[in-house]
């Protein structure tokens, strides 16, 4: 009799914790991520005094319901951005941003490397990063892995004579594979 209690406690124990274990996770993920993400946010509201948005009088964490006004306007202010980009001035600008952004030391290896997947991501092409390939780079005998992101068509192809694939390869920080063709 107690095996079969512990037997069905056990049974409706895991089947609960199937059901329940999916929502939990899921919310902690949301409140994660809400959490990290107004954590860079927060300073969008350095107008507003401390007074208003922290407890205990300006002195403790800020309010929840401050960093949410936080990231609705970076959500907001992310999809002006957005709408800017969409015209002349605003591609001026942005081509400008840019090419500041890649001339400071440093910056520009972490910028170019977050731009290029950016744009690899957000191509459009339903093949992006779907393909992991080894690529002899960046010397002969250095192989280094990447990603297949789209087929070369046109001009390329011809002048090369053959098919070509693009491939991203991430170089910063890259760790290379030299592969030798003996045995040990």
Do not use: C
Not at 83 to 112: M, Q, S
Not at 150 to 175: C, D, M
């Amino acid at each position: 009799m107690k095996k079969d209690i512990f037997a069905s406690w056990r049974t409706n124990f895991f089947t609960g914790l199937a059901i329940v274990l999916p929502a939990v996770v899921s919310i902690a993920v949301i409140f994660w991520f809400f959490f990290t993400v107004s954590n860079i946010t927060d300073t969008l509201l350095i107008f507003i005094p401390r007074e208003y948005t922290h407890e205990n009088n300006g002195f403790g964490p800020m309010f929840w319901y401050w960093k949410l006004v936080a990231l609705i306007l970076a959500v907001i202010l992310t999809a002006i951005v957005g709408r800017l980009a969409r015209n002349y001035l605003g591609k001026k600008a942005i081509e400008w941003v840019d090419t500041w952004l890649l001339r400071v030391p440093l910056l520009n290896k972490l910028y170019g490397t977050t731009k290029q997947v950016n744009e690899a991501l957000t191509s459009g092409s339903k093949g992006s990063f779907k393909t992991v390939v080894m690529v002899e780079f960046p010397r002969t005998g250095a192989y280094s892995i990447g990603f297949i992101t789209g087929e070369q068509l046109g001009e390329i192809e011809r002048k090369a004579g053959q098919k070509l694939v693009s491939v991203f390869i991430p170089t910063t920080p890259q760790p290379n594979l030299r592969l030798s063709r003996s045995r040990p």
